[in-house]
């Protein structure tokens, strides 16, 4: 029997190698998530872009450097956070991730990820990440900052950083959501 973090490390080295569906043919490098792996908390987006595909690691592009201070200014600490996507592998042109995409890379891997980490709050990330894992057509302003029960833990509904970088309203929102996080990892 393995710990955690060799679980989790032998899952990132198999995303690394995966083929499983298109988007390998054109990614640089796959992302399969990076943060320890006894976080209590998850936060799920929708794809790599370009700087993350080109180092393999989340969030490290403009809208990383956004997210690094948003959570900064709510006092919450990124190096505690596991921090991964619906799928691993940049979809071209930064494209969104077709359903059948993440429907190939959420059962491969996402779950796993999830299982070995065991958060207690996961936070999504957009409205692609919300429609992936919720399966729902909502529109995401009408479910953000909603906090919901599933599967034995919280699911925390934001907007994506790269969104509420770019429209104040969005960043409004967004801001509002992590200091809900930040109550609940306090609690
Ligand atoms: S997106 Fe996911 S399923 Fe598709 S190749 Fe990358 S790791 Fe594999």
């Known amino acids: 029997m393995t710990d955690a973090p060799e679980q989790l490390e032998r899952i990132h080295r198999r995303v690394r190698r995966c083929t499983k569906c298109r988007l390998h043919e054109t990614r640089q490098h796959a992302v ?3 943060g320890p ?3 209590r908390c998850m ?5 790599p872009g370009a700087r993350e595909d080109e180092v393999g690691s989340p969030f490290v592009g403009l809208s990383g450097r956004f997210l690094d201070e948003a959570l900064a200014e709510a006092g919450i600490d990124r190096s505690a956070i596991y921090i991964t996507s619906v799928v691993k592998c940049r979809p071209p042109g930064n494209r969104n991730p077709r359903p059948d995409e993440f429907g190939t890379c959420i059962p491969a891997w996402l779950r796993a990820q999830i299982e070995i980490i065991n958060p207690e709050i996961i936070v999504i990330l957009g409205g692609v990440a919300f429609g992936a ?3 729902e057509r909502a529109k995401l302003a009408d479910v953000r900052g909603q906090v919901r029960e599933r599967d034995g833990r919280r699911w925390l509904i934001t907007y994506h950083p790269a969104s509420a970088m770019r429209f104040p309203t969005s960043r409004a929102g967004f801001e509002q959501d992590l200091r809900t996080l930040a109550g609940l990892l306090g609690e």
């Open 133 to 135: 894992l919720f399966e």
């Open 37 to 39: 792996a006894d976080a």
């Open 43 to 47: 936060f799920i987006g929708e794809a």
């Open 32 to 34: 399969p998530g990076e």
